[in-house]
């Protein structure tokens, strides 16, 4: 680097950070010439802090001071106040950009996370609502099938409440006219005992009373007392009912005949 490049670097970094010292730059240059990096680095250590209206953040590196020589050796003049104007609205529009870039992706990754969210949610509500529908039809069918059952037990209980009354009314009108349009007649029976040629006589044996007598039939055995205390049995030999002989009466004649007699 040459005396004027080096020159024409304090100029341009002290018309930014401290005019008042443009009037020592030869001094310095004569001070420093053969150390043009120090004299660089010892200007942007002492102004270029935070608080300095023309702080540049990339100064601070050695490798910005390796550039600064280069692009003076060329006769490129970077630090002056236009294009330290242009680099920091470069490096802000950069901030811009990454900050709307960020700012977008984060945009994205909300628009993303809200429409997964509705579509979540509303993949839930169909579910819902299928479940619904469904619990619904299921509610649906389950009373109709009830209705249906109850209808038809209804029917059911209907037609036998018919059926029970129809045949209420044929009971009823059957047992009616059996006592309106039929008279039962009672005939008293009365039995008749025939001895003839039997081996013995009535006054022989104790009969049983004519209630007895009148349920006995053909081939019946009874066993009775003679007069004398004996037992002895009787077998009815043949029975006949009379239904003429007595007006009104209905007469059973019975032969009986002695078996044997024993020895009491």
Known sequence: ????????????????????????????????????????????????????????????RDEYIDFLIKSYSKGERVVSEESLLKQTKEEELEKIKKSKLEKDIKEKEKESIVKLGNEVKKEIKKEIDELYNSVNNLIDNKTKEINEYFKSKNIEFDE??????????????????????????TRVSHT??????????ESDIQLPPEEVLETLSRGTRIIVKSSEGRVCGIEVKDVTYDLISYDGEIVKEMILERIWALTT
């Not at 080096?6 to 053969?34: A, C, H, M, Q, T």
């Not at 043009?36 to 935070?50: C, G, P, Q």
């Open 160 to 185: 036998k409440q018919k059926l029970i009354k129809n045949i209420q009314t044929d009971v009823l009108n059957y047992t009616g006219k059996t006592v309106e349009n039929k008279t039962i007649e």
């Open 1 to 60: 680097m040459n005396i004027e490049s080096f020159k024409n670097i304090l100029l341009d970094l002290y018309s930014i950070y401290n005019p008042s010292k443009i009037k020592e730059v030869n001094r310095i240059v004569g001070n420093y010439n053969g150390k043009e990096y120090d004299a660089i680095k010892t200007v942007l250590i002492k102004y270029n802090y935070k608080g300095h209206p023309g702080y540049n953040e990339n100064a601070n």
């Open 192 to 201: 008749k005992i025939n001895i003839e040629n039997l081996n013995f006589t």
